[in-house]
């Protein structure tokens, strides 16, 4: 297979990259969507993605530690 063979990538690449910027913009805003709402309900925060599933972020408070996908809690 030699260069020419290959499909043009410039248009897909561009379109990958927008698509990347688009989502990685959704991603933040539903990051502090959650946030704002988890704060304002339970005075939880998010924490880092949980270490058992990689499922979900964790729910910090109270003391604890909590996956709502795997349901893994551990005291702080
Ligand atoms: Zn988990």
Redesign the pocket.
Known sequence: MTSSDRPPLGANAQSLATRLAATETRLRQLETACDAIIRDGTGCALGPP???????L?LIGRGTMY??????RRTL
């Open positions: 949980c270490p058992a599933c990689d499922g979900s964790l996956c709502p996908a795997c349901r893994d």
